[in-house]
């Protein structure tokens, strides 16, 4: 893909995970192309299909999270990285609630359970890189606290302040 290509394919991608998220499925195809600068026709050049659409979103925020663990020990210490892949994990939950219903169109079992898995490893790293450093238990898996996440974000229901403070009980609970 040329460059600029790529780049609107990028500004596409971002644009609708965030219309998504504050719209919901239904979002406007004309808003997205406008919020990602570039023309309608673009829109449907890289994406025929609404669902082509909701699909590479998922796919792209789902990869994304995936790559922001080593990304962000990286840069923090274990226990504030692993705090803010949990903010990261409830945006993405509100970007792909916002598809739901299109997401169960296109997406089936076998890529609802890759895409679980490969954010369960993604928070295992954090949780080691945190059990490393003595910060953390050893006795809970990724997976359990990804399900914990997983309730926050249903409890919380898009409020981010709640989403945070119930995220905090749960590192508390995973403290050593």
Known sequence: MRADAQLNHERLLAA????????GADASLKDIAKEAGVGIGTLYRRFPTREMLVEATYRNE????GEAAP?????????????????QFVAYI???????????????????????????????VLLRAGIEAGALRDDVPAEDVLMGLGGITLIADGDRALAGRLSELLVAGLRN
């Open 16 to 23: 609708a995970a965030a219309t998504f998220a504050r719209d």
């Open 94 to 124: 509100a970007t792909k609630h916002g598809m739901a219903e299109s997401l169960k169109a296109v997406l089936d079992d076998d890529r609802r359970l890759e895409s679980r898995q490969l954010l369960a490893d993604a928070l295992g």
């Open 62 to 65: 789902t990869s994304r999270l």
């Open 71 to 87: 990304e962000l020990l990286e840069k923090l210490d274990p226990m504030p990285a692993l705090r803010t892949w949990m903010d």
